[in-house]
């Protein structure tokens, strides 16, 4: 079964870019003070102010990006739910009821590389969704991926849809 974090609106992107850019200053700080004994007195202690900052920071998103969290996307054989925090099930899409499902352009881990990096920080987030079509109507569906072997478990399930529904179109 694939399983991911549902993102809800664009408030988690834009937790999601802070925590990176807090990620990326805190990285710097230690840079600077790994080497304390041959930096200035003027430049550790600024450091030492932006790692205790960054810090607090970063732990105010990290909990707002939890809060932010509203359940999962669940994907098998048998179709697609959406299931709460709570574990019942939101909304559940029968596999022989679904029309066409179609996903982003590239399904990727947000800041993997260096420039995927650099553009989250700067606001061009990777976005990963599931546009679902079925007789009650469209939905799309923003969600988390965290490691390649999701990737690879969504790619197969989405294709064992397909080979169970032949009247399911995917774009």
Not at 85 to 111: C, H, P, T, Y
Not at 139 to 151: G, K, L, P, S
Request: aromatic letters at 10%; a positive charge; charged letters at 20%.
């Amino acid at each position: 079964m694939f399983c991911a974090k549902l993102i809800p609106n664009n408030d988690y992107y834009h937790a999601r870019r802070i925590s990176y850019l807090m990620w990326f200053l805190t990285s710097a700080a230690i840079g600077v003070l790994v080497n304390f004994d041959r930096m200035p007195l003027w430049l550790t202690i600024p450091a030492a102010a932006v790692l205790l900052v960054a810090f607090g920071v970063q732990g105010r998103v990290g909990k707002k990006m939890r809060t932010l969290s509203y359940g999962t996307i669940q994907i098998d054989e048998a179709g697609i739910r959406i299931v709460s925090q709570e574990g019942e099930v939101i909304k559940s899409f029968d596999r022989n009821k679904l029309e066409a499902i179609s996903s982003a352009d590239s399904i990727s881990i947000a800041g993997e590389t260096s420039s995927q990096l650099i553009n989250e920080i700067l606001g061009k987030t990777q976005k990963n969704y599931l546009i679902i079509k079925d007789d009650t109507g469209t939905f799309r569906y923003d969600f988390e991926i965290n490691t390649h072997y999701m990737i690879s478990r969504l790619n197969h399930y989405l294709s064992r849809l397909k080979s169970v529904a032949p009247a399911l179109q995917m774009a």
